[in-house]
């Protein structure tokens, strides 16, 4: 059974997979490391929910969203969610390869989630300077226009 187990995996995974599993001797073995490599370690599964956890509570509408993205975006956020389960179990006086891929995972998630901040900050200060060089041609009302800029800014 195992080795039909294993041809299974085997058949339906590409070289790059097949590189990574190559040196499995079971089928389950495969299939760990599979799991691994797709969904992450506990570790990195409780640093998705971490960051999901945050931006539900931080949830708000954006500038410039309309209803439909933002239903999206909260049901995306909430599937997200109710889709991972936290599982704890560690054994700390060994650490195997699975969980250094974890971890380094989890550092790339914080990272990429850094990133995505930095990137709509830049955005935000784009919109805004669009803006406010639009209405330098109108002087009228400019002094409201200016606080408005500011309020927003």
């Known amino acids: 059974l195992n ?4 041809h299974i995996i085997i058949c339906a995974i590409n070289s790059n997979e097949f590189n990574r599993v190559s040196s499995c001797v079971s089928a389950k073995d495969i299939w760990d490391r599979l799991e691994v490599t797709y ?6 599964k409780e640093a998705k929910i971490n960051m999901l956890v945050h931006e539900y509570e ?3 509408m954006r500038d410039n969203e309309d209803i439909k993205t933002m239903f999206t975006r909260f ?9 991972l389960a936290i599982e704890e179990a560690k054994d700390l006086r060994t650490l ?8 380094l995972m989890t550092h790339e998630l914080s990272i ?8 709509m900050e830049r955005k935000n200060e784009k919109i805004v300077a669009l803006k406010s060089s639009a209405n330098e041609g109108i002087e009228e009302d400019s002094g409201q226009e200016m606080a408005l800029i500011m309020r927003r800014f």
């Open 3 to 6: 080795a039909k187990a294993k």
């Open 39 to 44: 969904e992450g370690t506990n570790q990195v």
């Open 58 to 60: 931080m949830f708000t």
């Open 75 to 83: 049901t995306n956020i909430t599937n997200a969610l109710q889709d």
């Open 96 to 103: 195997p390869l699975e969980d250094l891929l974890g971890s």
């Open 112 to 119: 990429i989630k850094k990133d995505d901040e930095e990137e």
